[in-house]
T-cell receptor, first 113, second 108 residues
Framework: NAGVMQNPRHLVRRRGQEARLRCSPMKGHSHVYWYRQLPEEGLKFMVYLQKENIIDESGMPKERFSAEFPKEGPSILRIQQVVRGDSAAYFC???????????FGAGTRLSVL | RKEVEQDPGPFNVPEGATVAFNCTYSNSASQSFFWYRQDCRKEPKLLMSVYSSGNEDGRFTAQLNRASQYISLLIRDSKLSDSATYLCVVIRDYKLSFGAGTTVTVRA
């Protein structure tokens, strides 16, 4: 039973480019959560999605960031026109329901040059 | 005020020592509590849940004090492999709030 799969593991972008981060939840999990960890800081909640629905995006920056979890395929976190401050580790977690423990993927480390 | 606050450490202890640290949380409506472990630049991994009655998992003991809104973790007989950052995690509804982590280094 594969765990939460994130790809790519490392992503390098130049300022102004787009970054697309993918997350496939554990089998049987329909709830996906994205977190961001800036260097030397703790993890911060960004967004919670259930299949085809955004449940809570209160942690998402108002501009340039979007997330989706389509009926088929992985969840996508999209960052448009990246800036250096977007450089961070982005972790995805999944759970079978919102009350359960969340299991984390290995993360995508985004570096913006 | 941050929702979850932790002593950042670092705690530098010899093998075999006991190390303990706390975290505090600000929202009394918080429902569930966990300790996660994060090794350098890797994903957080669940260490243990925390219950009001206190619970043990091998060398690890966790305690929750709802009245004072703090959670503790105690590690007995420290091993080199216990070196990591320990994250205090509080859940309210579905949202995990993480402390910034307590760094523990166990030396030979």
């Amino acid at each position: 039973n594969a765990g939460v799969m994130q790809n790519p593991r490392h992503l390098v972008r130049r300022r102004g480019q787009e970054a697309r981060l993918r997350c496939s939840p554990m089998k049987g999990h329909s709830h996906v959560y994205w977190y961001r960890q800036l260097p030397e800081e703790g993890l911060k909640f960004m967004v919670y999605l259930q299949k085809e629905n955004i449940i809570d995006e209160s942690g998402m920056p108002k501009e340039r960031f979007s997330a989706e979890f389509p009926k088929e395929g992985p969840s996508i976190l999209r960052i448009q026109q990246v800036v250096r401050g977007d450089s961070a580790a982005y972790f995805c977690a999944s759970s079978p329901n919102p009350e359960n423990i969340q299991y984390f993927g290995a993360g995508t480390r985004l570096s913006v040059l | 005020r941050k929702e979850v606050e932790q002593d950042p450490g670092p705690f530098n202890v010899p093998e075999g020592a006991t190390v303990a640290f706390n975290c505090t949380y600000s929202n009394s409506a918080s429902q569930s509590f966990f300790w996660y472990r994060q090794d350098c630049r890797k994903e957080p991994k669940l260490l243990m849940s925390v219950y009001s009655s206190g619970n043990e998992d091998g060398r690890f003991t966790a305690q929750l004090n709802r009245a004072s809104q703090y959670i503790s973790l105690l590690i007995r007989d420290s091993k080199l492999s216990d070196s990591a950052t320990y994250l205090c995690v509080v859940i309210r509804d579905y949202k995990l709030s993480f402390g910034a982590g307590t760094t523990v280094t166990v030396r030979a």
